[in-house]
């Protein structure tokens, strides 16, 4: 028995159902991004992924099999010379399914789906931590042997990333400052021209008007946002 | 076919019905505009979601 089709029917019978999904991958392909209701949206993301894959072959076979979905050349030429590029480093995940409520009228669920053409910034990313830390182990290192600590050596504190941040959790906070950073005040007030709050122990950085601006206890004051995420801060709720 | 044998009383009828019960919306705040919004939802007041931006998912008051 065949697996059968994961997520919801479209459409009034099989050709109806293929005719809407060719028509929306056909759609995506041309405009990046298209807004419909939540079921299409799931049920187009795996043939758009599907037709993807066949793009970054990139052969003649595989353009054939493509123009068999989708039958604009204009669609699929942009798919094998546009999009396929961007998507050469990633391995799946092209489209991204938003949610945005919804739609007046029937009340029917909608969605964003988008491809994902940005570069892929994770590698990125962790190198910059990377980088971040080393930067910081230096500089504990640089501060270790001022702040009359002559039995620590300068090394220990460069071995592990861990150890200087939990020597710097350890000490008071205020001692060890990230860059662009100044310590909070006894009184929990701002240091003039310093309006960013960070948390120390978070990580987290909170902007005035942020949602926890008002309830954030500052270790480190920032003079703005950059600054704070130079100090390897990030920003407060930006996950979500 | 089977079919009801005897006519639904209205006390039947109504107690079956007073089961039917409405749910509230789970809401959380947006973390950019503060405003409310549904759970792995854009916002529907300044259009954001995981910090990028939907002008499609924006309702004014009207529409919402």
Request: aromatic letters at 4%.
């Amino acid at each position: 028995m065949p697996t059968p089709t994961k997520g919801p029917r479209v459409g009034g019978g099989p050709a109806h159902e293929r005719l809407i999904l060719s028509n929306l991958a056909t759609a995506l392909f041309e405009n990046d991004r298209i807004t419909t209701t939540e079921a299409k949206a799931k049920r187009l993301r795996p043939l758009a992924e599907r037709l993807i894959t066949f793009a970054k072959r990139g052969d003649l076979a595989a353009r054939r099999r493509v123009l068999a979905v989708v039958r604009d050349k204009g669609a699929v030429h942009r798919l094998f010379a546009e999009i396929a590029p961007d998507m050469a480093q990633r391995e799946g995940g092209y489209t991204r399914i938003t949610k945005i409520g919804a739609r007046k009228g029937d009340n029917a669920p909608m969605a964003v789906i988008e491809l994902v053409r940005e570069p892929l910034s994770a590698k990125k990313a962790t190198v910059k931590e990377a980088e971040a830390a080393t930067k910081r182990a230096a500089k504990d290192a640089a501060a270790a042997p001022a702040e009359a600590a002559p039995a620590e050596e300068p090394t220990a504190a460069v071995e592990a990333d861990e150890a200087a941040v939990s020597d710097a959790q350890a000490d008071a906070p205020a001692v060890d400052l990230p860059e662009g950073a100044a310590p909070a005040t006894t009184d929990g007030s701002a240091p003039e021209g310093y309006t960013v709050k960070g948390n120390a122990s978070s990580k987290l950085y909170h902007e005035p008007d942020g949602q926890w601006y008002d309830q954030t206890v500052a270790e480190f004051w920032f003079k703005s946002a950059e600054d704070a995420e130079a100090a390897g801060f990030t920003k407060a709720g930006a996950k979500d | 076919m089977a079919v009801p044998k005897r006519k639904m009383s209205r006390s039947n009828t109504r107690s079956r019905r007073a089961n039917w019960k409405a749910t509230p919306t789970t809401l959380t705040t947006c973390p950019r505009c503060n405003a409310p919004r549904q759970p792995h939802i854009a916002c529907p007041n300044c259009g954001t979601y995981n910090g990028r931006q939907y002008a499609e998912a924006e309702r004014t008051e009207h529409q919402a």
